[in-house]
Nanobody, 121 residues
Framework: QVQVVESGGGLVQAGGSLRLSCAAS????????MGWYRQAPGNQREFVAQ???????YYADSVKGRFTISRDNAKNTVYLQMNSLTPEDTSVYYC???????????????WGQGTQVTVSS
């Protein structure tokens, strides 16, 4: 069994900052990549940022220079530091972890339940 749990969402004024956390736990053999997606009402889920096992990071153009993704390998945890937030960043943020469990011979994506981020103008 693998669990993915996000935390850190909330309400913030435009220009403010928030830090999201996502922890993967359970029967994990290895983690290939951890990332963040977001989905606003009426929109499709979109990519925000990803960090892979070698440490390389990738960002959506809309968040480059404002968001920073980082990872604590010892804790199987990924963070998303969000600065200079705007109302357009308001969404439910989801964590996705691509990993190999002890019970499997292939990699699987696991998603968290989502955490709401609301940016007021």
């Amino acid at each position: 069994q693998v669990q993915v749990v996000e935390s850190g969402g909330g309400l913030v004024q435009a220009g403010g900052s928030l830090r999201l956390s996502c922890a993967a736990s359970g029967s994990i053999f290895s983690i290939n990549a951890m990332g963040w997606y977001r989905q606003a009402p009426g929109n499709q889920r979109e990519f925000v940022a990803q960090i892979i096992s070698g440490g390389n990071t990738y960002y959506a153009d809309s968040v480059k220079g404002r968001f920073t993704i980082s990872r604590d390998n010892a804790k199987n945890t990924v963070y998303l530091q969000m600065n200079s937030l705007t109302p357009e960043d308001t969404s439910v943020y989801y964590c996705k972890v691509n990993l190999r469990s002890h019970q499997s011979t292939y990699d699987t994506n696991y998603w968290g339940q989502g955490t709401q981020v609301t940016v007021s103008s």
